[in-house]
């Protein structure tokens, strides 16, 4: 199996930026790249829903991942985001990122329909068959219900040594948390997704990280190395200063983008915050309130 590091700490999301034309915009992806390695994070993760990757076309995807995989040039892991309703089509998409360089393969449940875990189980177990030498992080997110039981993830673990990671993204899940870690005796990472909405929650329990955002990757890196360290009064204060703008931007995932993109124009790294249509139109007030969180936000990094 393709050795890499343990995962600890923050795992932003990099999202896609486009032209003013909607195109990919490769340069500004690079600066996005170097962004994340002048953070201090160990891994970046794309393209994901926080990088619009349901308005790629699978071309798009493929491209991206690799883009980032050269710019980072060794000096940040790349974890692949290969995301697709039928497993064949996630399968060619993972194989083609771990050819691309990829030093992660992760994988969203498909969550578009009601599926029995039977039929997930299978999906799961026919993906880490076809990608055995790489380590394999799972996510899942079930806005219309509870997410894999802890039955199915140590069923997957005992089968697939290369499944070794999970990000949940559910309120409430503290007693899930310590059930997988205890039933998977640690062997299986816990990440944190939601914009990291719930990581002072959970970082004591055992998650070994959180993927959120890339444009607070910094500030969350310094919380959760904080908070890990039993510096919690430090920790606190300053995740209350960026909780803000993560909790008003997780309203809307299209609303998210825009948000998070326009806080990358105020740290000086984006130039616009284009998303694909259909998008996120924001009015007036939502405008001037996002520009004020983010005028408080950068405040807060200077200080």
Same mark, same amino acid.
């Given at each position: 199996?393709?050795?890499?590091?343990?995962?600890?700490?923050?795992?932003?999301?990099?999202?896609?930026?486009?032209?003013?034309?909607?195109?990919?915009?490769? +340069?500004? =992806? *690079?600066?996005? &790249?170097?962004? $994340?390695?002048?953070?201090?994070?160990?891994? !970046?993760? @794309?393209?994901?829903? %926080?990088?619009?990757?349901?308005?790629?076309?699978?071309?798009?995807?493929?491209?991206?991942?690799?883009?980032?995989?050269?710019?980072?040039?060794?000096?940040?892991?790349?974890?692949?985001?290969?995301?697709? +309703?039928? =497993? *064949?089509?996630? &399968?060619?998409? $993972?194989?083609?990122?771990?050819?691309?360089? !990829?030093? @992660?393969?992760?994988? %969203?449940?498909?969550?578009?329909?009601?599926?029995?875990?039977?039929?997930?189980?299978?999906?799961?177990?026919?993906?880490?068959?076809?990608?055995?030498?790489?380590?394999?992080?799972?996510?899942?997110?079930? +806005?219309?219900?509870?997410?894999?039981?802890?039955?199915?993830?140590?069923?997957?673990?005992?089968?697939?040594?290369?499944?070794?990671?999970?990000?949940?993204?559910?309120?409430?899940?503290?007693?899930?948390?310590?059930?997988?870690?205890?039933?998977?005796?640690?062997?299986?990472?816990?990440?944190?997704?939601?914009?990291?909405?719930?990581?002072?929650?959970?970082?004591?329990?055992?998650?070994?990280?959180?993927?959120?955002?890339?444009?607070?990757?910094?500030?969350?890196?310094?919380?959760?190395?904080?908070?890990?360290?039993?510096?919690?009064?430090?920790?606190?204060?300053?995740?209350?200063?960026?909780?803000?703008?993560?909790?008003?931007?997780?309203?809307?995932?299209?609303?998210?983008?825009?948000?998070?993109?326009?806080?990358?124009?105020?740290?000086?790294?984006?130039?616009?915050?284009?998303?694909?249509?259909?998008?996120?139109?924001?009015?007036?007030?939502?405008?001037?309130?996002?520009?004020?969180?983010?005028?408080?936000?950068?405040?807060?990094?200077?200080?």
């Amino acid at each position: 199996m393709k050795t890499t590091e343990e995962l600890l700490g923050v795992i932003p999301i990099i999202p896609t930026p486009f032209t003013e034309t909607e195109e990919v915009d490769e +340069p500004a =992806l *690079k600066r996005l &790249v170097d962004f $994340a390695i002048s953070s201090g994070v160990q891994a !970046a993760c @794309l393209p994901a829903y %926080a990088s619009e990757f349901y308005k790629l076309t699978d071309e798009e995807r493929l491209r991206v991942v690799k883009v980032a995989v050269d710019q980072a040039a060794g000096r940040l892991k790349i974890i692949a985001q290969s995301n697709h +309703p039928s =497993l *064949k089509i996630a &399968v060619k998409l $993972a194989q083609a990122n771990v050819a691309a360089g !990829a030093d @992660l393969i992760s994988l %969203a449940v498909p969550r578009i329909f009601g599926l029995a875990e039977d039929a997930i189980k299978e999906y799961l177990s026919g993906f880490l068959s076809a990608v055995p030498d790489t380590p394999v992080l799972i996510q899942d997110f079930n +806005p219309g219900g509870s997410s894999i039981s802890v039955k199915l993830i140590t069923t997957l673990m005992e089968a697939h040594p290369n499944f070794k990671y999970l990000k949940l993204e559910e309120p409430l899940c503290a007693p899930k948390f310590e059930d997988i870690i205890k039933s998977t005796a640690g062997k299986v990472g816990l990440l944190e997704g939601w914009g990291g909405l719930y990581m002072m929650e959970l970082i004591p329990i055992g998650i070994v990280g959180v993927m959120p955002g890339l444009a607070v990757a910094d500030i969350l890196q310094k919380v959760f190395r904080l908070r890990k360290n039993g510096e919690n009064d430090k920790a606190f204060d300053l995740f209350e200063k960026v909780m803000p703008q993560i909790f008003f931007s997780l309203q809307n995932m299209e609303l998210f983008h825009y948000a998070e993109k326009e806080l990358l124009i105020a740290r000086g790294i984006l130039h616009n915050s284009v998303a694909r249509r259909a998008a996120y139109i924001p009015d007036a007030s939502t405008a001037a309130y996002i520009k004020e969180l983010n005028k408080r936000l950068l405040k807060a990094i200077n200080e």
